[in-house]
């Protein structure tokens, strides 16, 4: 299969933090997503498409969409929280399912406001920052916990997302997660922009990670405002009202080089454009079509 290229509702401000404005109709979302020429689209925040199975397949059928994951952010580093991430994890897994699409992928993440100090230093976390041996072990078990019971009850595979503002960031602590977890059971998604923003290389965490990339969102990260945001230790929410989510093509991630990797690679599943903005910041629609427009100047 050829790479397919997708969107995302956080594209038009539907993002998994609260207190940032009314969103946007998830119709008009996805008219204008397949409007401007994509393929697929990831679920956004619980509810904001149908919950019902049938509804949601119409919804995404009629625009000729396919439906390619959902992003579960779980406090993976609470043990109390695992219970509640399963449940969820779980009935989000058969949501997808059940709506007709078996291939999509549990998109799980360790939860951006599960710990202030890692919001507040997001983009310029050091080890001291980070968990101690006993904590990455509960947050694997967590993440390793989830991924088996979406597995299991309802046949959909699981991808971990590193996240600015979580435990699970720097490429050192990419490393550690996938060291920790078992490739059978739980994959590995490459997102260029947090990756960039947490001063990591997104080629190289692909080469290195090729087999468990299982799925790949393509973001941008403005350099400028990435610096002014570690020179002026603003957190991750404001790195995102700021726009170091930025079109691609303009920030500081090297597409056309990762895309030859990924080609190179034997890469053939999805990636999703995610350009995280805040309602009434910039124009969805508009950015929508020129970041389309870019990846097809480099063959997707």
């Not at 689209?41 to 049938?54: I, K, Q, R």
Request: hydrophobic residues 40%; negative net charge; proline residues 5%.
């Amino acid at each position: 299969m050829a790479i397919r290229v997708a969107n995302a509702p956080c594209s038009w401000g539907i993002l998994e933090f609260d207190g940032h404005g009314p969103a946007v109709p998830s119709a008009q979302v996805l008219d204008e997503l397949a409007a401007t020429g994509y393929a697929g689209t990831e679920l956004g925040d619980w509810g904001f498409m149908p919950t019902d199975p049938a509804a949601l397949h119409h919804d995404i059928e009629r625009r000729a969409l396919t439906l390619i994951g959902a992003f579960v952010p779980v406090d993976l580093s609470n043990p109390s929280a695992h219970t509640e991430g399963i449940e969820r994890a779980v009935r989000t897994a058969r949501l997808l399912r059940d709506a007709g699409y078996p291939h999509a992928f549990v998109v799980l993440a360790d939860m951006t406001d599960g710990n202030a100090r890692r919001v507040a230093v997001a983009g310029r976390a050091g080890d001291a920052d980070g968990l101690d041996r006993a904590q990455w072990d509960v947050l694997t078990r967590g993440a390793s916990a989830i991924a088996g019971e979406v597995r299991e009850q309802t046949g959909l595979r699981t991808v971990f997302h590193p996240h600015c503002g979580s435990f699970v960031e720097t490429a050192t602590e990419v490393d550690l997660l996938m060291e920790r977890t078992d490739s059978s059971l739980l994959g590995l998604c490459l997102d260029t922009g947090h990756l960039t923003y947490a001063g990591a290389d997104p080629i190289a965490v692909f080469e290195r990670y090729r087999h468990r990339v299982w799925h790949v969102h393509f973001k941008d990260c403005d350099p400028d405002i990435a610096a002014g945001g570690r020179r002026n230790e603003s957190d991750y929410f404001t790195a995102v009202r700021n726009g170091v989510f930025c079109e691609l093509g303009r920030g500081g991630v090297n597409f056309p080089r990762l895309v030859d990797a990924m080609r190179h690679g034997g890469y053939d599943g999805w990636v999703v454009v995610e350009q995280d903005v805040l309602p009434a910041l910039g124009t969805p629609e508009e950015s929508a079509r020129r970041n389309r427009a870019y990846l097809r100047r480099l063959g997707l």
